[in-house]
């Protein structure tokens, strides 16, 4: 699995240097559009109706304020507009980087 080892706020990015060596750099407002929270993405039930899920817009001026470890396998971000919800997954972001 591929882990990140370095994780900082650099002016209105975060950058993630991962174990494999490679970089993301992430704008606060696009990780915020992106969530993968129920907020964000709705949920489905047993037979696959979706419920909620305002759906990405934009975000313009929403920051990253810090973020904390889940487990060994997600961050969880603390943004400037209150949501902290979504748990993003290191696969999930190395996804919508383009790394994988």
Known sequence: MILPVDIQLVGDEVAIRWSDTKESYFKGERLRAVS???ETQGEHDILG????GAGPKKFSGVNVLGWEQVGNYALRF???DGHRTGLYSFDYLR???GLV
């Open 36 to 38: 993968p929270s129920a």
């Open 95 to 97: 996804k919508i980087d």
């Open 78 to 80: 603390d943004f400037s």
């Open 49 to 52: 109706n979706k419920y909620g």
